[in-house]
């Protein structure tokens, strides 16, 4: 799936929209796809940020008009992708950059679906992933990981971090787990109540182009 938030393509990512099986945009995601030559199987949204020319390039079969305002795009295309098309698994890029306030926005999704399904984004200097349970991740030793809770997380335990966690609470108004590294292959995370984002930093992160 691709967000509206300012995005310069590399080809990692160009391979990562070119192999989705259902290749969904939010609203002006579209036109990130359209820079590369790549009509979505549907565009979600209330169309605002959808380019005409780009509306016209892919045709009226593939776009999908929500005009609620009570949801953003991204929330409208994530409901289509989990509940209409039954997605399991979900990528998302271009959901992290330009406006601060769109953002938060878009990493409280991660929460919202955290249980939905395995949602994760995705972006030049990180891998962004929900835990509302118990999740392991590959790691290289050296690696940053944050962890970041979306609110308050309650007996929040870590192991193959360099600085461990054992059952401790991360609350985003008194104490996060910012900037700590990976110490062995792979880095396991568990958190009894709340939902933790886990970045996986990028090392070193992918150039730009495009």
């Known amino acids: 799936m691709v967000a509206n938030a300012p995005w310069r393509w590399v080809p990692a990512f160009v391979a990562v929209a070119r192999a989705a099986r259902y290749l969904v945009a939010a609203d002006g ?14 565009v979600v949204g209330d169309l605002d940020s ?18 609620d305002q009570d949801t953003t795009d991204l929330h409208k295309a994530l409901v289509y992708v989990v509940e209409e098309l039954g997605a399991r698994a979900v990528t998302v890029l271009a959901a992290t950059g330009g406006r601060l306030d769109h953002a ?4 409280a999704l991660l929460g919202r679906f955290c249980r939905r399904a395995a949602v994760e984004f995705v972006d030049e200097t990180a891998r962004i992933v929900p835990v509302c349970d118990v999740a392991r991740f590959p790691a290289q030793p050296g690696q940053t990981v944050s962890l970041l809770p979306l609110g308050r997380c309650e007996g929040v335990r870590t192991e193959g971090l360099h600085w461990p966690l054992g059952g401790e609470v991360l609350d985003l108004l008194t104490r996060t787990g910012v900037s700590n590294r990976a110490c062995a292959g792979e880095i396991q995370v568990q958190v009894a109540e709340g939902t933790l984002l886990v970045f996986l930093h990028r090392t070193p992160p992918l ?3 495009w």
Request: hydrophobic content about 40%; cysteine-free.
């Open 104 to 107: 938060l926005e878009n990493l």
């Open 29 to 42: 995601g579209a036109n990130h796809l359209a820079r590369i030559g790549l009509r979505p199987h549907a």
């Open 207 to 209: 150039p730009t182009s």
């Open 50 to 67: 959808l380019l005409p020319s780009v509306r016209e390039w892919l045709g009226e079969e593939r776009v999908l008009e929500r005009p």
